[in-house]
């Protein structure tokens, strides 16, 4: 009788994480705080405690200060971040966990930022009101996975997990590939917990890992997504000739030296660091009409800025990144020309307040679920609003997921997986290696930018650019069956791409969708917020092969916070 042992190596486990971030390693913590006689294993196709953007992105922490007011920050998020859509009850438990997430930072032995006589440093936020900001040590996530070590937590490192495997409507497994051998590896779990991060098309080098691998997964099994056409996260802008820093929108000029934030964002409140979407706009038109290039031309004096911290880590990244911006960028006197690259981070995978999916044994969470849980709403998640909300979801998330999927695997028992199931997907998987293939996953990832990318296409929408987008899209997905790969590691490019060409199509449907303009969703054929007609979620979903939508109406009635109050 055949056997899957013989496709592979087996391994089992009670809770499985797909993910080795900061997501994956505290769910794993909480897994064992739940219950400490878990067996918990994390699979990261890079290196578990170095996985992910929490390391890359500043140390920023977002969070409800002690002496912040809690209403005030969700009217706020709800009516000029979210714009209804968001889930304002898991907002609320959102926002009341942020601070005991702080603390657990602390708990874990991660420097956080501190004042002389060693109190916390919490500044207020610059973009959102009733809003806080501390700073941690960029080596965050290596006392973290100290921790789960001591707790007994397993890693499985350069293992690229491919797909999830199921029977009927429950997860019990998934399959994958090491990347430097090419051992195929099947995975069987009473748990599955997805922690492997957004899809961002590999257009930021900070986030290039980040490619939709557990969201593609997921959506193959059957699982519903939320959300998805808010994936178009242009970010911040960054100075052209470097590709790097954070660039304040606010200095922004034409050659003619107008500030356009002014131009087309006149007398508004906090907008958020991130770029709004009015103005993203207005900044192509701007080029459009002859009056580009744009430049960042800052008053003499902007403020005093970020305090200074014994934060070792992070102050010799800065000092390393002042180094190299003195050296290849331009000099201070000259004006330098911005630009405004595509983050993405599609986050789609729909979950309840405790982070399952609607499959049984599977939870998401951090960037695979931000979107998808509708704690932001109507933004491109994560940050939302901004910035240090990305780690924080993640951990908070993790803190609700880790305990959920241990009390389900204590009860639960061990499903055998399919051998016939296994086998199909094992071909799936090593197909690109086959020698008559000739699609170069370097040329697929370039295709997909090209359609990705562009404001015209992924924020400036309409129908008809929708539409040619996902013609585009559709001629890719034709040359999909010839990628090839000359070895592992090109054949988990090969599986980023697929899972983000996935990605791409889930948010230009829900974009085409949404007749409407919504937060950083713009249609230029739909111009306008209609509350009427789109207090709705849209829910995508695989059904007999293809994609299907419908939506779900916003329980707004039950909501304190509502349009027009």
Avoid at 347 to 370: N, P, Q
Avoid at 386 to 394: E, K
Wanted: glycine share 10%.
């Amino acid at each position: 009788m055949a056997d899957t042992k013989d496709l592979g190596e087996v391994v089992a486990t009670d809770i499985l994480i797909i993910g080795g971030g900061i997501g994956g390693l505290v769910t794993a913590i909480k897994a064992k705080e739940e219950n400490p006689n878990a067996d918990v294993l994390i699979v990261e196709k890079q290196t578990t405690g170095w996985a992910g953007k929490a390391t890359k992105i500043g140390g920023i922490l977002a969070f409800l200060g002690p002496d912040n007011n809690a209403d005030k920050f969700m009217d706020f998020q709800v009516r000029n971040s979210g714009f209804y859509l968001n889930d304002q009850d898991l907002l609320s438990k959102y926002v009341q966990s942020s601070y005991r997430a702080i603390e657990n930072f602390n708990e874990w032995g991660a420097k956080l930022a501190r004042t002389p006589d060693e109190n916390l440093v919490i500044i207020p936020a610059f973009w959102a009101p009733e809003w806080s900001l501390t700073f941690i040590d960029i080596d965050l996530m290596l006392p973290i996975r100290t921790r789960a070590r001591k707790m007994g937590v397993k890693f499985m490192d350069k293992i690229h997990v491919v797909d999830l495997v199921k029977q009927a409507n429950k997860i019990t497994g998934a399959v994958g590939f090491d990347i430097i051998n090419g051992n195929f590896h099947i995975f069987k779990a009473k748990a599955t917990v997805l922690a492997n991060g957004s899809c961002g098309y590999k257009v930021r080098r900070f986030w290039i890992a980040g490619t939709g691998d557990g969201i593609a997964a997921a959506y193959r099994a059957g699982a519903e997504m939320r959300n998805a056409e808010y994936g178009n996260l242009y970010g911040h802008t960054v100075w052209q000739d470097t590709d790097s820093g954070m660039v304040g929108h606010q200095f922004l000029v034409n050659s003619l030296g107008e500030n356009l934030t002014q131009k087309y964002l006149p007398n508004t409140g906090p907008t958020g660091v991130f770029l709004p979407v009015q103005l993203a706009i207005g900044l192509e038109k701007e080029v459009a009409e002859g009056r580009g290039p744009i430049y960042f031309e800052p008053p003499p004096s902007t403020g005093p800025g970020f305090p200074p911290m014994d934060l070792p880590k992070l102050n010799d990244w800065q000092r390393c990144t002042a180094e190299k911006e003195s050296k290849y960028g331009l000099p201070p006197t000259v004006k330098r020309e911005i630009g405004v690259p595509l983050h993405g981070e599609t986050s789609c995978i729909k979950v309840d307040h405790e982070m399952r999916t609607s499959l049984e044994g599977l939870w998401a969470i951090g960037d695979t679920s931000y979107a998808g849980s509708a704690v932001a709403g109507a933004v491109a998640s994560p940050p939302g609003v901004t910035p240090g909300s990305g780690i924080m979801y993640a951990v908070i998330s993790a803190g609700w997921a880790g305990p959920s999927a241990a009390r389900y695997a204590k009860e639960a028992s061990t499903s055998d997986i399919d051998y016939a199931e296994t086998k199909n997907l094992e071909e799936e998987i090593f197909s690109p290696m086959q020698s008559g293939n000739n699609f170069l996953p370097g040329d697929a990832i370039n295709t997909l930018q090209e359609v990705t990318a562009p404001i015209k296409y992924n924020l400036r929408r309409s129908r008809e650019r929708l539409n040619e987008a996902l013609i585009r899209l559709e001629e890719l997905k034709v040359k999909i069956p010839h990628l090839k790969a000359k070895d592992y590691h090109y054949l988990s490019k090969c599986h980023e791409v697929k899972s983000m060409v996935l990605c791409a199509e889930l948010t230009f449907r829900a974009a085409l969708m949404r007749e409407e303009s919504r937060g950083s969703h713009f249609r230029e054929d739909y111009p306008k917020r209609i509350d009427e007609n789109w207090l709705k979620w849209i829910i995508l979903k695989q059904d007999g092969g293809r994609m299907k939508l419908a939506t779900q109406s916003v329980p707004i009635d039950k909501y304190e916070i509502k349009p027009n109050d």
